[in-house]
T-cell receptor, first 116, second 115 residues
Framework: AQKITQTQPGMFVQEKEAVTLDCTYD???????LFWYKQPSSGEMIFLIY??????QNATEGRYSLNFQKARKSANLVISASQLGDSAMYFC?????????????FGGGTRLMVKP | KAGVTQTPRYLIKTRGQQVTLSCSPI?????VSWYQQTPGQGLQFLFE???????NKGNFPGRFSGRQFSNSRSEMNVSTLELGDSALYLC??????????????FGQGTRLTVV
């Protein structure tokens, strides 16, 4: 079974509007971390936001916030006030505590396109 | 503070050849992980090195290998290249040995094309 599922292969959003990118995950480990990365066409993965499984509050980083619903095993990324520079691939990833080391498991990604 | 540096950025090789990719992590980071990114399979974990020891390996054939040096720089090697090895290879460095919240910093990747 897929550990990380991103059901939206591509999305359009109007500049200055908010957009939600979906991510659901599957794990039996009670301790895990969820990450969102942005990948522009240059290829580099840029860290956006992190949510720990024991965190009581949803994470926020500037225009990025994470809508964490633990019971539903979802960790959706919300980007407020979209900008043209937000056009990129977005990946949800998970690290489980029972995995030795720093391995990340990634979802298939969502391509976000911001329209002027 | 310098980021993660991967060299070369682009590479074209012929089937059957071998290739070595290099990754220099952020200064002070001792963990280096490698990922393969293809349109069909997405991002897949190859292996991770920490303090010169491989401690985790993904589901890849033995043609894929790696190592880490005492200065934390890492290399990955692919022998007997196949067309399917064409991909973007990403390296990530982390500071700590482990931890669910340990952030991974990625390089810009090496784009390998096998012809």
């Amino acid at each position: 079974a897929q550990k990380i599922t991103q059901t939206q292969p591509g999305m359009f959003v109007q500049e200055k509007e908010a957009v939600t990118l979906d991510c659901t995950y599957d794990t039996s480990d009670p301790s895990y971390g969820l990450f969102w990365y942005k990948q522009p066409s240059s290829g580099e993965m840029i860290f956006l936001i992190y949510q720990g499984s024991y965190d009581q509050q949803n994470a926020t980083e500037g225009r990025y916030s994470l809508n964490f619903q633990k019971a539903r095993k979802s960790a959706n990324l919300v980007i407020s006030a979209s900008q043209l520079g937000d056009s990129a691939m977005y990946f949800c990833a998970m690290r489980e505590d029972n995995n030795a080391g720093n391995m990340l498991t990634f979802g298939g990604g969502t391509r976000l396109m911001v329209k002027p | 503070k310098a980021g993660v540096t991967q060299t070369p950025r682009y590479l074209i090789k012929t089937r059957g050849q071998q290739v070595t990719l290099s990754c220099s992590p952020i200064s002070g980071h001792r963990s280096v992980s490698w990922y393969q990114q293809t349109p069909g399979q997405g991002l897949q974990f190859l292996f991770e090195y920490f303090s010169e020891t491989q401690r985790n390996k993904g589901n890849f054939p033995g043609r894929f290998s790696g190592r880490q040096f005492s200065n934390s720089r890492s290399e990955m090697n692919v022998s007997t290249l196949e067309l399917g090895d064409s991909a973007l290879y990403l390296c990530a460095s982390s500071s700590g040995p482990t931890g669910v919240n340990t952030e991974a910093f990625f390089g810009q990747g090496t784009r390998l094309t096998v012809v």
